[in-house]
């Protein structure tokens, strides 16, 4: 049995650490800070989410792809090429590390939209390539998983404690200006690689703490506008909301934010006739994507992240700032771990955001 | 005195130190560097002072009846869960869940609590829970609360930030709650009532804010510089009404 | 006149001992079940009397030396047990009769008494309220789920729960724009909606069907409870006024009280197509029942019988149905949601799909169990599916089409509590309207026996002595606490599944698991059997 095949309930830990200067810094510190909160997951996943570490290829998409046999792989390359001008591939380096047993192969394709597959899409714009070629690989190509498909990104993940994943990975030796974790806390064994978290689409990713309620819905209602939803992972759904609402309809991040964790009636209603009218809207036109029941998640991109909390904060999520960085995590301990002097610390409120991004310098809360 | 460095050690051999110095009559213990880890005093029940110098994890004070800890630092979620006896006292902020179903003992928090806080509290004979906020709560504050007494002092707001957040004492059908200065109604949960304080509540209330004032280096004055409130359940059977049968 | 076959299906029982004979029954009783005992000898001597003058002298006698005591003929009781809901000293009993038929699982004693009284009258067996017949009930073989540790419950009585619904069209995705000043505002015009504070309405139940008293208990107690109720196809009488922002304004095939003024005021317009209860079928107000209240709100002249065709004579095709949406759109100046009501039956899918694309931003389906005021027991029995299949179809479908926002599903017919209210929001169901619940609430017993005008409830009759019973205050009184215990019943619920708002229900099929159902059943309802994870 494995991830997508049935509904897996997972509690986790989150952490994340961001330069708002873009100064890159090695994966050392989000390293420290998952670790901190090694009693949270329990050694059935682990993963990393990692922006700014590839200069070198900044304008071209990274492709991270997962095969478990040879012949995933070679289907999977044949439709990239199909689709993709590899300007360079190669594996992904990785070192042994003694609890991790087993692990699948790893490669990464540094690529451009070939021009005659872009004029196919009619209009459409290349993101949205990008998300069907990520659809047909994993729902289509056996023994192949496209990880993630972001610029300058990379996500790297997989069975085992975070800081085991680490070290298999060699994150230490790659530097970004913004890192996200996840250590996970499955009730059952997925013992899939591709079902760890963060989760990517293009070069949003999410990691997420709780599992939400209203799943059957938010994933029904996905279905509605064509997406397949492969994993059962409620990450899988935040993702995919957040592609639908912010990328495809143009809902700005904040009220994207508040479409996922609405205010209640009753603030609404006290709220003045035009911002009333506006999220009772927001209610009406997104209520089936709202995310009801614990989370609190961090969705990372090209340029910033943000934090959410669900409505009543049934999760933790704390927020802390010293310098040009901004860290999150779901114990404070987490974030301390990595600077102990903080300027400041706060916690995320229910249903409200920490949106952090890059060069304006500023933390925009709510 | 016993004096521990905590970096880097895992919770359970910290407090398997801790309650071996206890148990052998130690009767204060400080502990250096604490990051985040869990059940510190978890069921303790010796008469020992803690100082702890961090951010402890999860849990700290849960189910201890004894002990008297100090933290020197925020505190996260869940402390003093199901506490039945013992004081501890947070320099800092402390998180949610503080003082769940906490039925004796005295918890002070020098600055904010966040969500859930001092939620079902209760009171059993002889056994009266008190919990100190010198700052500001979040939602659900004194949600279910059934005993013991809650008090905010909402030290240091900024002009126009609510003393506690909505959903305050929501189901509450006992105990009594004194917030220093103003609510706002829509912020009350329907089960408590607004009422002035007379001077059995001043007898008891006074010596509570010597007492945090004595902790965080507070003049009473200041904290006494505005009128309280209390809250009190209207019913002890809030929901006599909601069922048929 | 040669003896009827029929037995009495149940007998009324009065104990002597305890009948103080104050009448009240006697008085009560909408289907002169209960007599005096003179009354009625006096009434059985008349058919005996002519030219028998001793006989008279006979009768005298007996008045005269035996005290008066009440009687009932029990071949005309109806079973509403109005009589015995109302006598002071628990006097009257309704016990089933125990002539027992000869023990046969195919030739049931229901099926005998129908045959005796059509080959008696040769007439079509008429009936009110839904069928009532022993078909499996889906909604009997559904549970909801809860949450154990992964994801908490959620305490209903002290933490927000909201219940809070709309119906109407709703656009795939919103707009907004930045104001001179940098503010995010919305931009999308919003399509007609309506809000309503608990996911429950009342169906159609015209005036006719029912008392004015009755449909004004319905008016307060959808206002006071921020619902609606809906006026049938009898228009809307000048009483209801007051409460028009909280009424669905019907269109039936006879078009009794249509005129622009009554499109205007109601809260949303419905084209009625069909009901549950008798799908295909029209309706049939007798003139007897058309008295000055119901003549002036149908706008008929009073004693004129209001024959509702089976179908609209203006529309025979979907594209029809789409030119009497936009009509009515037209004359509601496209600021009100538009309705189409239909039964339940076997392609309800694709004639959904048909209604959602046709224009309409409302589709209310009513399930074989929905009641009515009269219809032919034949077709009440043996027509139209279950609402739970029907609705569960119907969302699916629209959801694969892509065009689920384009209309809200109200379902109804047969919901009996929260919990068929839950499944139903669970199946996809926006809304759900409750009728024969609703009616019960006010006293109702179930009788089926709306279209005989005797109502002793004072419920479906027109009979000034029977509808003054209705107190519309107490009426509403008892819709209002109806609908606030279900409502708190439905909140029990979604915080036993972890949510703290409806949406997060509707249409969560996760949530609910079969038991006993077949494979394909399971596949239709698009839910899996118990037993099995997520």
């Known amino acids: 049995m494995r991830e997508g095949m049935v509904r897996i309930p997972s509690g986790c830990a989150i952490s994340a650490i961001m330069n708002v200067k873009g100064i890159r810094f090695n994966g050392e510190a989000i390293i420290r800070s998952i670790t901190c909160m090694h009693e949270r997951s329990n050694g059935l996943g682990g993963g990393f989410a990692a922006y700014g570490i590839y200069p070198r290829f900044r304008d071209l998409y990274a492709l991270h792809l997962l095969y478990e046999s040879d012949r995933g792989r070679i289907d999977a390359e044949s439709f990239i090429k199909d689709n993709f001008v590899v300007e360079h591939s190669e594996s992904i380096p990785t070192r042994p590390v ?117 799943y059957g819905i938010n994933k029904r209602y996905l279905e509605m506008f064509g997406y397949h939803l492969t994993l059962q992972t409620d990450t899988e759904v935040v993702a995919y909301l957040f592609d639908l609402l912010h990328r495809r309809q143009k809902v700005p991040l904040n009220l994207v934010a508040r479409a996922l964790a609405s205010p209640f009636w009753k603030d609404i209603d006290r709220m003045p006739e035009e911002e009333r009218a506006m999220y009772k809207a927001i209610r009406m036109v997104y209520g089936p994507a709202m995310l009801n029941g614990p989370f609190s998640i961090i969705v990372a991109f090209n340029g910033g992240m943000m934090g959410l909390n669900d409505r009543i904060k049934l999760r933790p999520l704390s927020c802390g700032k010293k310098d040009d960085f901004v860290l999150m995590g779901s114990e404070e301990s987490a974030i301390r771990s990595i600077v102990g002097d903080l300027d400041e610390v706060w916690d995320v409120r229910a249903g409200e955001m920490a949106l952090v991004q890059l060069e304006e310098g500023g933390v925009a809360v709510g | 005195m016993l004096r521990l460095d905590a970096a880097g050690v895992h919770y359970r051999e910290l407090n398997r130190m801790i309650k071996a110095a206890a148990r052998d009559g130690e009767t204060e213990i400080i502990l250096d560097n604490i990051n985040g880890q869990r059940y510190i005093g978890t069921g303790m029940e010796e008469d020992v002072l803690i100082r702890i110098n961090g951010v402890p994890g999860n849990d700290l004070a849960a189910f201890m009846s004894g002990p008297t800890i100090h933290v020197y630092g925020n505190a996260q979620d869940g402390v003093a869960n199901t506490m039945n006896a013992g004081t501890v006292v947070i320099g800092g902020n402390a998180g949610d869940v503080l003082g769940y179903g906490m039925r004796g003992g005295k918890v002070f928090v020098r600055g904010k609590v966040g969500y859930r806080v001092g939620i079902h509290m209760k009171q059993y004979q002889n056994l009266v829970p008190l919990l100190v906020v010198g700052g500001t709560a979040g939602k659900f504050f004194g949600e279910y609360m059934a005993g013991g007494i809650l008090v905010v002092l909402g030290l240091g707001r900024k002009p126009g930030e609510p003393i506690t957040d909505d959903y305050l004492a929501t189901g509450m059908h006992g105990g009594v709650i004194y917030l220093r200065g103003e609510v706002d109604e829509h912020r009350l949960g329907a089960e408590p009532r607004v009422f002035e304080l007379d001077d059995q509540d001043h007898a008891l209330l006074d010596p509570i804010i010597k007492e945090y004032c004595r902790y965080f280096d507070t003049d009473p004055a200041r904290v006494k510089d505005r009128p309280f409130v209390k809250l009190m359940p209207y019913s002890h059977r809030p929901y006599g009404r909601l069922y048929a049968f | 006149m040669a003896r009827s076959y029929l037995p009495p299906e149940y007998i009324v029982d009065i104990n002597r001992d305890k009948c103080r004979r104050c009448g009240l029954c006697v008085r009560g009783c909408g289907f002169s079940v209960l007599k ?231 809260r949303i317009a419905e084209i009625k197509i069909g009901q549950g209860a008798k799908p295909g079928i029209g309706g049939h107000l007798p003139g007897e029942k058309v008295d000055s209240g119901v003549s002036q709100t149908r706008m008929i002249p009073i004693g004129s019988d209001a024959i509702s065709p089976a179908p609209h004579h203006d529309i025979y095709s979907i594209e029809d149905l789409a030119q009497l949406i936009y009509a009515l759109k037209e004359a509601t100046e496209y600021i009100k949601p538009v309705s189409v009501k239909i039964s339940a039956v076997h392609n309800v899918a694709a004639i959904a799909s048909g209604i959602a694309r046709a224009g309409a931003d409302i589709i209310t389906i009513d399930g074989f169990r929905g009641g009515t005021g009269a219809a032919p027991l034949i077709i009440r029995d043996h027509v139209g599916i279950p609402i739970e299949v029907a609705l569960a179809t119907v969302d699916e479908r629209l959801r694969r089409e892509g065009i689920r926002n384009r209309v809200s599903i109200v379902a109804s017919g047969g919901i009996r509590h929260s919990g068929d209210v839950a499944k139903a929001i669970a199946l996809g169901a926006d809304a759900v309207a409750i009728g024969t619940a609703a009616l019960i609430a006010l006293g109702c017993h179930v009788c089926q026996s709306c279209f005989t005008g005797n109502c002793s409830w004072g419920i479906a009759t027109q009979r000034p002595e029977l509808t003054a019973r209705q107190d519309p205050e107490r009426g509403a009184e008892l819709l209002t606490n109806l609908l606030r215990g279900w409502s708190r019943e439905l909140k029990e619920i979604l915080g036993a599944l972890g949510l703290n708002s409806i949406e997060s229900l509707r249409g969560s099929r996760l949530r609910l698991r079969g038991v006993g159902l077949s494979k394909q059943e399971l596949d239709l309802l698009g839910i899996k059997p118990a037993g099995e994870g997520a």
């Not at chain 3, 006989?55 to 071949?75: F, N």
Request: with cysteine; glycine share 10%.
């Open chain 1, 98 to 214: 003694v609890s991790i047993t087993d692990p699948p192969m790893f490669y990464r394709y540094f690529v451009s939209v070939r021009p005659d597959s872009l004029d196919a899409l009619r209009g459409e714009d290349e993101a949205e390539l990008l998300v069907r070629a990520t659809m047909t690989v994993n729902n289509c190509i056996r023994d192949a998983f496209m990880v993630s498909a972001g610029k300058n990104m990379g996500v790297f993940k997989g069975v085992g404690f975070p800081e085991d994943i680490a070290r298999f990975f060699r994150l230490e030796e790659y530097e970004g200006y913004l890192w996200t974790a996840h250590g996970r806390f499955p009730t059952n064994t997925p013992g899939w690689w591709g079902g760890a978290h963060p989760f990517g689409i293009l070069d949003w990713t999410v990691v997420h703490n709780g599992e939400v309620s209203s």
């Open chain 3, 36 to 266: 005096w005992a003179h009354t009625d000898w006096q009434e059985k001597m008349g058919t005996f009397k002519d030219g028998q003058d001793d006989l008279g002298v006979v009768y005298q006698r007996i008045v005269e030396t035996t005290p008066d005591y009440i009687v009932a003929d029990s071949s005309l009781c109806r079973q509403c047990h109005y009589c015995v809901s109302h006598c002071p000293e628990g006097a009257i009993n309704v016990i089933k009769n125990p002539v027992a038929y000869r023990a046969n699982e195919h030739w049931a004693a229901h099926h005998m008494r129908n045959i005796w009284l059509q080959a008696e009258t040769g007439g079509v067996l008429l009936t009110g309220s839904g069928n009532d017949k022993a078909y499996f009930s889906y909604f009997d073989h559904m549970v909801l789920d809860a949450c154990q540790v992964t994801n908490p419950s959620i305490d209903p009585l002290r933490e927000p729960m909201e219940l809070r619904s709309f119906l109407g069209e709703r656009p795939d995705g919103l707009e907004f724009e930045r104001t001179p000043e940098g503010q995010v505002r919305l931009k999308t015009q919003l399509p007609p909606h309506v809000q309503l504070e608990t996911p429950i309405i009342f169906p159609a139940m015209s005036y006719g069907a029912i008392s004015l008293n009755v449909q004004k208990a319905f008016a307060m107690a959808a206002k006071a409870s921020g619902t609606l109720m809906n006026t049938g196809e009898g228009g809307m009488h000048q009483d209801l006024y007051p409460y028009a922002d909280h009424m669905i304004v019907q269109v039936a095939s006879g078009r009794f009280g249509v005129n622009p003024g009554y499109l205007r005021r109601g």
